[in-house]
């Protein structure tokens, strides 16, 4: 195993603190837990953003954390759920009266501690809502989760999300528009090679030479299928066709696209595949609004890529493309 790390038990400890040390600016850290905070947080009267989960898919979460996105991102060990306590802590760190709302992938341990950290911040009379993410439409239960997983869709939540928090509007407002843009995204990926958890010191799959793996999840989580691997075109048709079969969209309408990589997949390469996206929906008569493309969830080392299509109306438009200003995601 070759890493640049120091001890690997100390993995998220020492980035949270590297972190902190390159924008802080934007970020703190909380004393008391694995918790990456907005740096004016009490400079803040609005619905607060707190998101998160096991660590290794930076920038997510802490790399949204500050204007127009996240209030803070709760940071579990390696592929882990952070604990309940953490995401307690992060929630009375964060609000400021007017509520908080949880934004949580589609996984079992995530979902479980974060509901349990609700129930405890409710009690102390902090109003909480959650949602859960569930974009991902490779598979309908996996490893981690009892229906669909979340994957790089969470991040248009964030940031839609995170700019109607900033309108002043209320937390059901907030959550109403976090709900809209979940019944409204779809992603799905592929992989041609594993990561190495820190701790484990060795892959935690293996694929063949000239294999890949279709619909596998951001921890490793088996795809659909494996196979032999093909053009980029070919790779991002299947994907879109997938993507378009589970939620139809119709001459004209507006979408917002994201091709994400999972950290070891050259930027060429993402621009290829987004080049036959971006035919697909002309051919489709499909308009793309806004394209993101770069890494933004990913998976360690592993080489791949997912592709995200959220379906805009006025109101998600107008919040996507609203100011944000956070270490990894900036719109101004």
Known sequence: ???????????????LKGMVAAHPQYIKKLENADVIVRANLNAYEKVALVSGGGS????????????????AAVAGAVFTSPTPDQVYEAIKATDSGKGVLLIIKNYTGDIMNFEMAK???????INVNAVVVNDDVAVENSTYTAGR??????????????????TGASLDEVTAVAEKVIANVRSMGMAISSCIVPA??????????????????????????????????????????????DSPLNKGEEVAVMVNGLASTPLMELYIVNKKVSEILEEKGIKIHKTFVGEFITSLEMAGFSITILKLDSELKELLDATADTPAFKSI
């Not at 195993?1 to 980035?15: A, Q, R, W």
């Not at 997983?149 to 900033?166: L, N, P, Q, S, W």
């Open 200 to 245: 484990a010191g060795k892959p935690n799959f293996t694929l063949g030479e000239e294999e890949m793996e279709i619909g596998m999840g951001i921890h490793g989580e088996p795809g659909t299928h494996r196979e032999k691997i093909k053009s980029s075109d070919e790779i991002a048709e299947h994907l879109v066709n997938k993507i378009l079969g």
């Open 119 to 125: 129930e405890m911040a409710e009690m102390e009379g």
């Open 56 to 71: 290794g898919h930076e920038p997510a979460h802490g790399g949204y954390v500050g204007k127009g996105m996240l209030d």
């Open 149 to 166: 997983r979340g994957i790089a869709g969470t991040i248009f939540v964030h940031k839609i999300a995170g700019a109607k928090a900033e």
């Open 1 to 15: 195993m070759k890493k640049i790390i120091n001890n690997p038990d100390l993995v998220v400890e020492d980035m």
